[in-house]
């Protein structure tokens, strides 16, 4: 039911797909099968629709592969135009996540093949992952748990907020912020916020104020960016940016490590323009273990795991299975993302 790249070798494995192929009417490729692996009953699910599972993990991906996809399951894997130009039977893509910044969806939909996400699975996780790194960083988190294993003491706190009546600043206004926001106001912060993409009605509903991006650098004890990786915020926050911001202030990132130019943050942190930062996400990841972010004492480092949980996580795999079949049985996906594709006559038909 099964067919695991890494322990079938290359000649038996296309024998076998070929095999399959006869036998099952689609073929599902998971070119991500080492970070998420679909479960039994998810496999289970796809052969009702007479539907095999190819799950790729940590091996070169062949191009034959892509050749013979009805559909394509990525979380990390960049799937670039020449991916996608050998696609030959392939009705969709989609990510096993939220984010749509390693795949070329203009190419995609060029080629009419449909792609989705995930839309909703990890609010409340990431908003609780980035609320838990303002209080990391409010309190020293990182500097002071060292205190203790190393015997010492000290009346040098420097300065430390109270969290109550200090401000939250949010870049971005999703379900995620919102859900944050809720968090953060629960524990008396006045909270503000930047998206241009959103009415201000939205923003009064959660009893956030809408301002601009400038204001919320210069007025917010934290900074939290919520908002996705594009061609225009990329490097969102630069050196320009950690400028404006408060010197007490920290930034937070449960986004994606490229809103932020690296360099300038630890530049920016070096010559205390801010407090600090709490991360999830990187430029590279994983970081490379001479990162200097990874080793100063005022910023809290975490493995890019804000969304997970176990309830997420099957939510997660449900959407995605979920999705690919009704894209197989000729229905529409619910997170369908480039909607331009039904417009084509072909796809009518």
Known sequence: MMFLCSTVPAKMFFLRLNARKKMNKFIVVNLDGNIHCL???????????????????????????????????????????????????CRIIVRCGTGLDNIDVEAATEKK?????????????????????????????????????????TEDFGYIGGIKEETLGLVGFGKIARALAGKAKSFGMEVIGYDPFIDIDVFNKFGVKKVSLNTVLKASDYVSLHCPLTQQTYHL?????????????????????????????IKALKKNYIAGAGLDVFEKEPPS?????????????????AYYSNRSIDVLKDTVVNEIIRALKGKIPLNLYNTEVLKDPSFQK
Request: charged share 30%.
């Open 39 to 89: 479960r039994k009953k998810d496999i289970e699910k796809l052969l009702k629709i007479n539907a095999s599972v190819i799950e790729i993990k940590n091996e070169k991906i062949s191009f034959n592969i892509f050749k013979k996809a009805d559909a394509i399951i990525f979380t990390k894997t960049k799937i670039t135009k020449e991916i996608i130009d050998n696609l030959e039977r």
């Open 237 to 265: 926050i630069g050196e320009k940016e950690l400028k404006t911001m408060k010197k007490t202030a920290y930034l937070i990132n449960t986004s994606r490590g490229s809103l932020i130019d690296e360099s300038a943050l």
């Open 289 to 305: 273990r001479k990162n200097p972010l990874l080793h100063m004492e005022n910023v809290i480092c975490t493995a890019h795991y």
């Open 113 to 153: 093949i449909m792609v989705s996400r995930v839309v909703e699975f990890c609010t409340e996780e990431v908003s609780n992952h980035a609320f838990m790194l303002i209080l990391a960083c409010s309190r020293k988190l990182k500097k002071f748990s060292k205190f203790v294993y190393k015997d010492l003491s």
